[in-house]
């Protein structure tokens, strides 16, 4: 832990996708600095789990099952957290889903259901949460979860590239629209990054996770903890000026050439 331990005191946090990985690693970060936690995800068991360890940690932590792209229950949801806790500060759109395959081999409900999910999920919970805020003129704190693909091209992953950088482009208009009621809205684009999901889908091969490594300026991939500490800042009230922002964590990724 790299902040104060009450840094979010009396803060709610709410985690979409927060039973694994990055989403995890911020869950438990957040509820180590005071935060109460909501994490909210498809699956109840990883959800429980990352509750359970929250709360032997002496936490204080809750969750809802939730599929982002169901409009109806995201409102459930969201009101439901704003009854329970008497609020929300801080809304981080973490969730997010991903296959690999060619562009050629997708199908088109293979391609809608990453758009649906990372998209159009990121904005229906923007929208649900700021209706709230707005009713009770609390200038609250999104966070979404982008990535590099979003602007590097993304060979195998057309889908999660396209909605990543759509989540860019909706970031940054959120920003304008809402920063007159005080909201503020930033997004965070890691790149690689291997978490135990995506060591298991992704980085399979050894010798292309080397190869890979190899050609970042800091030579290795991002974990889960590198990640967290970016999204506590932008969330704390040092980052209160900051606002339709995309900020890069990629060891230097972007910059690469192939033959360098
Ligand atoms: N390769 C090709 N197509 C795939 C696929 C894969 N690995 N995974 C899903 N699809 C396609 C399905 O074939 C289906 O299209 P079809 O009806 O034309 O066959 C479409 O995507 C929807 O798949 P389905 O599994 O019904 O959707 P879902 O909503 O239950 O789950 C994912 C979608 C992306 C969440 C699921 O693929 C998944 O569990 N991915 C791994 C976990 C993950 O994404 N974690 C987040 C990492 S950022």
Same mark, same amino acid.
């Given at each position: 832990?790299?902040?104060?331990?009450?840094l979010?005191?009396?803060?709610v946090?709410?985690?979409?996708?927060?039973?694994?990985?990055?989403?995890?690693?911020?869950?438990?970060?957040f509820?180590?600095?005071?935060?109460h936690?909501? @994490?909210?995800?498809?699956?109840? +068991?990883?959800?429980?789990?990352?509750?359970? #360890?929250?709360?032997? *940690? =002496? !936490?204080?932590?809750?969750?809802?099952?939730?599929?982002?792209?169901?409009?109806?229950?995201?409102?459930? @949801?969201?009101?439901?957290?704003? +009854?329970?806790?008497?609020?929300?500060?801080? #809304?981080i759109?973490? *969730? =997010? !889903?991903?296959?690999?395959?060619?562009?050629?081999?997708?199908?088109?409900?293979?391609?809608?259901?990453?758009?649906?999910?990372?998209?159009?999920g990121?904005?229906?919970?923007?929208?649900?949460?700021?209706?709230?805020?707005?009713?009770?003129?609390?200038?609250?704190?999104?966070?979404?979860?982008?990535?590099t693909?979003?602007?590097?091209?993304?060979p195998?992953?057309?889908?999660?590239?396209?909605?990543?950088?759509?989540?860019?482009?909706?970031?940054?208009?959120?920003?304008?629209?809402?920063?007159?009621?005080?909201?503020?809205?930033?997004?965070?684009?890691?790149?690689?990054?291997?978490?135990?999901?995506s060591?298991?889908?992704?980085?399979?091969?050894?010798d292309t996770?080397?190869?890979?490594?190899?050609?970042?300026?800091?030579?290795?991939?991002?974990?889960?903890?590198?990640?967290?500490?970016?999204?506590?800042?932008?969330?704390?009230?040092?980052?209160?000026?900051?606002?339709?922002?995309?900020?890069?964590?990629?060891?230097?990724?972007?910059?690469?050439?192939?033959?360098?």
């Amino acid at each position: 832990m790299v902040f104060r331990d009450d840094l979010f005191a009396e803060k709610v946090v709410l985690i979409t996708g927060g039973g694994t990985g990055i989403g995890k690693q911020m869950a438990l970060d957040f509820g180590s600095m005071g935060a109460h936690v909501v @994490v909210a995800a498809r699956r109840e +068991e990883p959800l429980q789990q990352t509750v359970d #360890l929250i709360e032997e *940690a =002496g !936490g204080a932590a809750s969750f809802y099952t939730l599929d982002i792209r169901d409009d109806e229950r995201i409102d459930e @949801v969201v009101g439901a957290i704003f +009854e329970d806790q008497e609020g929300l500060d801080i #809304l981080i759109n973490n *969730a =997010g !889903g991903n296959f690999v395959g060619p562009a050629m081999a997708m199908s088109p409900n293979g391609w809608r259901t990453i758009i649906d999910i990372n998209l159009n999920g990121t904005f229906l919970m923007c929208r649900a949460v700021a209706q709230q805020w707005l009713a009770r003129d609390f200038p609250g704190r999104i966070i979404n979860m982008s990535a590099t693909n979003a602007h590097n091209g993304s060979p195998l992953m057309a889908h999660s590239g396209a909605s990543k950088a759509g989540i860019n482009s909706l970031t940054e208009t959120l920003a304008v629209e809402w920063g007159g009621t005080g909201i503020t809205v930033n997004a965070v684009l890691p790149g690689p990054v291997r978490t135990e999901g995506s060591d298991e889908r992704l980085w399979t091969d050894p010798d292309t996770v080397k190869k890979l490594e190899s050609r970042i300026p800091l030579g290795r991939f991002a974990r889960p903890a590198d990640i967290s500490p970016l999204v506590q800042f932008l969330a704390s009230d040092a980052a209160s000026l900051i606002t339709g922002s995309l900020i890069t964590i990629d060891g230097g990724d972007r910059l690469r050439t192939p033959d360098f």
